[in-house]
Structures are given as structure tokens and as C-alpha cells.
């Protein structure tokens, strides 16, 4: 599925595309939400490791502008609720991801980003 | 009697060899595959047992994404994405466990991720799907780079010419002599022979290099030098710098492993 949690990893792989590569654009999404459960000890531990900025960003190309432009010092429960929504119950189902350097569109079908390259486009 | 397995010359391009003796075999197969493999092989099970809570990895050549949900005593505490050529295998493994997982479709080879992005990298019985040593090395340097400088951890299982007693499978028997592997053919009985309808069972091939012995910490040790990493414990080096250790290798279960700690100093 993609998840901003997937997305918030993917980057462009095009032969010589490797500045400004990540991250990906979301374009006519289809979004779906569906829960998942909540652990706050995964969340501490992953913050450490998410772009902020390509997060929140990615957010609200799906609609959803609940996360704060700068990480909070505070991770209080409503703020980890927030991203654990953000981050783990919006599933982009449709739609394509476009890289903002070569402009390679990635789609995504039934829920599956398809990020194979043809064998001239890889590096 | 289950056929048995054969010789393979890779007389194609490895891409093209790769696609019609492995991808192709794999789509076909998704289903009845899935049904049959489940059991987690320990060293698999014990090194997402002891990956700290919170860390992201990814599961190069996921197939069924039965590694997904694992650790099972702590669902939830550590991310695994999985990644796999075949789309009907992905979609099994999008709710591996019951659960929805992430998975991508993508080539092993390809490297659609920022650098460094995951603290732990899987790679189970997939780069033996390869067809020559560069390709195999390069899946090697992936993981290398698809995982934290300073902490990442890599573990990679391929099949081994020495095959368990236990295992179904005989190995033509010149195999055993050689240094370099063995490429091998790999039949799959896709439908059983009809007496009945006079049906001939209908068998895919597909293709395997099996490990000799050494072969893969060689692999990893060629693969670590040509990117300028310090080959070891950090300990041992007074310089400082960028390294891997071998934290384990052996062979279990007709399997060759390796265990990968990435360092910085
Ligand atoms: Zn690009």
C-alpha cells in the first residue's frame, strides 16, 4: 500500500536523476483511510528518521494538513495520534507520484506503487 | 517422483534470461506458491526479533510477504516494506498476517530510495534469481546503501549446493567440485499429469544459482571494497571512517546467510 510512511522513503531512480530527486509529487490521488492500531513506541522511534518537510507536504497533497510545518519538541498523545493517522491510515489506493526533478511518473494502481524502470531509464 | 533439478546456461541476456526463467515462472505460480511456503527459518526469525522498536526496513524480493509480519511477539513495533518483481505475489503480501503491510513493486536492482533510508535491509532467497556475478554483487550493494550508514543491518539467505538431507531436491552430483556455484533449473509441477485425459503435467523451469561455499561473504567482501568501506569491526579500525562487519555467516537448511552491521566512526 502506499502509505505516507512508504512514500516519505521512495525516491527517484532514473539514470542520472539524483539531485532534487525526493520526494515524489502526488498527483489524482484516490485516497482511501482505514484504521490501524496505534503504538506510540514505533512512532518515537521512527521520528528520528522522517523528512519532516516531504511529510507534511505529502499530507496535504492528500488532503490532510493536521501536522504542524515544523516537529514538535512537545510529542504529546495528540500530536503521535495525528501522525499515526498521517503516517499509517491514509492509503493512496490511485493515482501517480512525479518526480520533482526529471518529472518521471511512478504510478500507482490497486493500492501499489510501480517504481520499475525500463531498462534505458536505469542508472 | 518430483522431476529433478538440471544444469542451466544462462544463453540470453541475464535481464531477458532472468525475466523468462524467473518473473515470468513467479506470476505464474503466485498463488500455489504462497500457499506452500510459511515457516520463518530462525536466523530470519531471531534477527527481526532483536531489531530495536521503531526502526523501518525493507524486504528485498518480499514474495508472499511472509516475513512482513514478523516479530510476531511485537506486532507493529518495527516496519517492514516489501518489495518483489512479481505483482501477484505483492498482492498476497499487501495483507501478509491479516494485516495491511507496505509493499512496492520495484526491481532488486533499481534503487528507488532516498540513501540511507532504512535501518535494516532482508533479503531472503532472491539474489539466487540473478544470472551472473555482477548482477548479483550489485544486489548486494543495494542493501548496502539502501541502509543507514552508522547502524544499518542487512540479512541475506540464497540457496547453498549443499542441499539438506531432508531436502526433495538432488543436485546434478559434478556441482559439488565447484567453486564458482552451480546454475541450476529448478522444475515446479504447475499441474499434476492426468491419466484420465491423457494430459501431460505442465512443469515451468526456473532458475537458480546455487552458492558454494564462501561464495557469498565473498560477494559482500568484493562489494564492501569497491565502495570503499572498511571490511571488520570498528574496532578494529583507528582511522575512523565508513565500514561493515560480518556479524555471522553460515549455512542453514540447504541456505547460505550472511549478517551485515553497517558503521561509522
Ligand atoms: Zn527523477
Known amino acids: 500500500m502506499v502509505r505516507l510512511i512508504t512514500h516519505n522513503l521512495l525516491a527517484c531512480h532514473v539514470k542520472g536523476c539524483t539531485s532534487n530527486n525526493f520526494p515524489l509529487e502526488f498527483k489524482d490521488v484516490q485516497v482511501e483511510l482505514r484504521d490501524a492500531e496505534f503504538n506510540s513506541d514505533f512512532l518515537r522511534g521512527f521520528i528520528p ?29 495528540d ?27 511512478y504510478p500507482i494502481s490497486n493500492g501499489i506503487p510501480n517504481m520499475l524502470l ?3 531509464e536505469i542508472g | 517422483m518430483a522431476p529433478s533439478v538440471t544444469s542451466a546456461v544462462v544463453d540470453d541476456k541475464p535481464e531477458i534470461y532472468e525475466d523468462n526463467h524467473v518473473h515470468d515462472v513467479y506470476d505464474q505460480i503466485a498463488s500455489h506458491f504462497s500457499s506452500t511456503r510459511y515457516k520463518p527459518w530462525p536466523i530470519i526469525a531471531n534477527f527481526l526479533a532483536t ?38 505475489l505483492l498482492e498476497i503480501a499487501k495483507t501478509a498476517g491479516g494485516v495491511i503491510r507496505d509493499v512496492v513493486w520495484g526491481d532488486i536492482l533499481g534503487y528507488g530510495w532516498r540513501t540511507g533510508a532504512f535501518d535494516y535491509a532482508i533479503s531472503i532467497a532472491t539474489i ?37 538431507e531432508l531436502s526433495k531436491r538432488t543436485v546434478p552430483s559434478n556441482s559439488y567440485s565447484s567453486q564458482n556455484g552451480q546454475d541450476v533449473l529448478v522444475p515446479w509441477v504447475l499441474d499434476q499429469p492426468s491419466k484420465e485425459s491423457h494430459q501431460p503435467g505442465r512443469v515451468l523451469q526456473r532458475y537458480y544459482h546455487m552458492f558454494a561455499k564462501g561464495e557469498l561473504p565473498g560477494l559482500v567482501i568484493k562489494c564492501a571494497e569497491q ?26 537448511r540447504s541456505n547460505y546467510y550472511v549478517e551485515l552491521r553497517r558503521w561509522q566512526s
Not at chain 2, 524480493?61 to 501477484?88: A, C, F, Q, V, W
Open chain 1, 49 to 77: 528518521k522522517i523528512e519532516w518537510k516531504a511529510l507534511v507536504d505529502a499530507a496535504r497533497q492528500v488532503g490532510n494538513t493536521s501536522l504542524p510545518l515544523e516537529l514538535p519538541e512537545m510529542l504529546d498523545d
Open chain 1, 79 to 105: 500530536f503521535l495520534k495525528s501522525l499515526h493517522h498521517v503516517l499509517l491510515e491514509i492509503h493512496v489506493e490511485e493515482g501517480s507520484m512525479t518526480c520533482p526533478n526529471c518529472h518521471h511518473v
Open chain 1, 118 to 120: 525500463a531498462e534505458h
Open chain 2, 51 to 88: 531489531i530495536p522498536t521503531g526502526w523501518i526496513g525493507l524486504d528485498s524480493g518480499t514474495g508472499n510477504g511472509k516475513y512482513l509480519p514478523l516479530p510476531l511477539e511485537r506486532p507493529g513495533s518495527i516496519r517492514t516494506i516489501g518489495l518483489d518483481r512479481s505483482l501477484p
Open chain 2, 128 to 164: 539466487h534469481h540473478l544470472a551472473t556475478p555482477e548482477r548479483r554483487q550489485s544486489a548486494v550493494q543495494r542493501l548496502l546503501e539502501a541502509v543507514s550508514l552508522s547502524h544499518g543491518r542487512i540479512l541475506i539467505y540464497v540457496w547453498a549446493i549443499e542441499q539438506d
Open chain 2, 227 to 252: 565502495m570503499g568501506l572498511c571490511i571488520g569491526a570498528s574496532s578494529d579500525f583507528s582511522t575512523g571512517g565508513y565500514g561493515v562487519e560480518i556479524i555471522q555467516d553460515g549455512w542453514e
